[in-house]
């Protein structure tokens, strides 16, 4: 049996009366594309947070690559990691050029002697989210879109053996969007590498992930590619007022509705 | 002008002046692209002015100037990083606080010591000629010290300051570096209260790199284009301060002032030349 890379079990987080995570249980195989879904609030991004090795969780235990996830063992294990957090209005400053925003996800950047034999590195990954063109651009002169490329390249960079995404299409138009899924698929499949994926739009990323767990405070439902998530679920995560509308497996995207508040695609 | 340079270069003042004024240079143009980077001028400002304390302790008591000045404003620097970002107070309205505080408790002291021994104005604006034996030494130390933890820290400081979030989720211990960039920052900002005094070294640490800021495009270059930019005030401030006999600090704040000046005209002459270039 294959050591599984995630390994989460009776995890939880916030205070005892009202926790915001609770009982999460969870296992991520190598190569395996999962996606999260949930309401605001549903404690998608500190789930995230938590295997990120950010914010240390109330309790339960996390295994990455076999091995616990501690304070001591959190550095090592988290080179091995790519993380793109939510961004919130985060308009970059500092003077660089769209190459050393991704050098900096190598894993030995910080280290002063060692330079340029990654330049190959950096070129395929920007050649990954189709960027290359953009290399030596000014990282502040970028829109936001291509900002979040050159960030998703900077995560993919150091070849990490799990991906760890929060809303990564939030800055992307439709066609990017759809792109980025299926760059994702492709690296799951050709290199084993693992994603955990926090997405709010369950029908964009549908054909594209192996498995999608739907949370709110607790995992109600983890449904494998082409099973469908029951209408019961759908209440219990988001309400009554909720409308469910059928769709299928090629519906790129969603064409914006007049009404978008309260429709979810399940 | 090249008798008059000669004769700069030559004055025993200025031997004894301008290798202490170029050190002090180096390390701020270093540390000053971090200032930048971590938006923290007014770090500089409190710590400096804090210092007022540590030098108050040291004449009461009769410590050597420089050492605890600077163990004072380590101390006060650590604590302002130690400080709790999200509940509590905010870094800027506590490192107001403890501004405000110890710059009492400093002029309280003095005051009450024997301040004959003590040139007040000299400490308030710097003087480069006042530095004893001791704090040559010390400087010398400090100008083989910063160098190093600066060389080996620089691109961790710089991812942090890029987006410390990634930084931290991809395994950099993030507070402990915070803290050594906040202890260096406290120390270099010693150094400069000798050259230009309590009120004045927030220049030194803020505008080489602020010059720098128009022109550099990455870590390397905006730190070499730093580094140029303080010198070369120095260099001007020290020789005018030694033509008009000027004091030497609020001269060489004041010819970085116009290097800034001038790269920030320079900057928005070339960005309107490229608009209107088809």
Redesign the interface.
């Known amino acids: 049996m294959t050591t599984p890379i995630v390994q989460i079990s009776h995890l939880s987080f916030g205070p005892l009366n009202k926790p915001i995570l609770d009982g999460i249980n969870l296992k991520l195989e190598a190569g395996h594309f999962l996606g999260i879904v949930g309401p605001n609030g549903a404690g998608k991004s500190t789930l995230l947070n938590i295997v990120?090795?950010?914010t240390p969780p109330a309790g339960g235990h996390i295994d990455l690559f076999g091995r616990c996830l501690t304070r001591f063992s959190?550095?090592?294990?988290?080179?091995q990691?790519g993380?793109?957090?939510q961004l919130h209005d985060?308009a970059?400053?500092?003077?660089?050029?769209v190459r050393?925003?991704v050098a900096?996800?190598l894993?030995d950047?910080?280290?002063?002697w060692r330079r340029s034999h990654h330049q190959s590195d950096i070129d395929d990954a920007l050649n990954l989210v189709d960027m290359d063109h953009l290399a030596d651009a000014?990282f502040r002169h970028l829109s936001g879109g291509q900002r979040q490329r050159a960030?998703l390249a900077?995560?993919l960079v150091?070849k990490p053996k799990l991906l760890?995404l929060d809303e990564p299409s939030a800055a992307l138009d439709s066609v990017r969007q759809e792109k980025l899924f299926q760059l994702l698929r492709r690296l799951c499949d050709e290199t084993g590498m693992s994603v955990i994926m926090v997405e709010h739009d369950i029908a964009a990323i549908s054909s594209h992930v192996d498995s999608v767990a739907c949370l709110n405070r607790r995992i109600h439902h983890h449904a494998m590619k082409g099973e469908d998530i029951p209408e019961d679920v759908w209440r219990a995560m988001y309400g009554d007022h909720i409308h469910i509308m059928a769709h299928d497996a090629h519906c790129i995207g969603c064409a914006p509705s007049e009404d978008e508040h309260g429709h979810h695609h399940g | 002008m090249v008798e008059m340079i000669s004769e700069f270069l030559a004055s025993p003042v200025m031997g004894e002046a301008l290798l202490p004024a170029l050190l002090i240079g180096l390390l701020t143009a270093s540390m000053s692209v971090m200032v930048m980077?971590h938006r923290l001028s007014f770090l500089t400002v409190g710590v400096s002015h804090a210092s007022l304390a540590g030098l108050g302790l040291a004449v009461t008591f009769s410590l050597p100037l420089l050492p605890t000045a600077t163990v004072f404003a380590v101390l006060i620097a650590l604590l302002l990083a130690l400080m709790p970002r999200k509940k509590g107070i905010s870094e800027d309205a506590g490192t107001g606080i403890l501004f405000a505080g110890s710059m009492a408790l400093g002029v309280l002291l003095i005051s009450t010591a024997n301040s004959s021994e003590v040139d007040l104005f000299g400490l308030l604006f710097g003087n480069i000629l006042t530095m004893s034996p001791i704090d040559l030494r010390w400087l010398y130390l400090m100008s083989a010290l910063i160098p190093v933890i600066f060389?080996?820290?620089?691109?961790?400081w710089?991812?942090i300051?890029?987006?410390a979030?990634?930084a931290?989720?991809?395994?950099?211990?993030v507070s402990a570096l915070r803290l050594l960039l906040y202890g260096l920052v406290g120390l270099t900002v010693i150094l400069c209260v000798k050259l230009a005094g309590i009120v004045l070294t927030a220049g030194l640490m803020l505008l080489p790199a602020a010059c720098a800021?128009f022109w550099?495009?990455?870590?390397f270059s905006?730190w070499i284009l730093s580094v140029l930019f303080s010198l070369t005030g120095t260099l001007a401030g020290l020789f005018w301060s030694y033509i008009y006999e000027w004091p030497s600090g609020a001269t060489v704040v004041l010819a970085l002032c116009a290097l800034f000046v001038m790269s920030w005209v320079l900057n928005w002459v070339k960005i309107w030349v490229s608009a209107y270039k088809v």
Do not use: N, Q
């Open positions: 990120a090795g950010l959190r550095h090592k294990l988290l080179r990691i993380f793109l957090h985060h970059p400053r500092l003077p660089m050029r050393d925003v900096m996800g894993a950047y910080t280290a002063p000014d960030r900077r995560a150091r760890l | 980077a060389f080996l820290s620089a691109r961790a710089w991812s300051a890029f987006d979030v990634t931290e989720a991809s395994g950099l211990p800021w550099g495009r990455s870590l905006l």
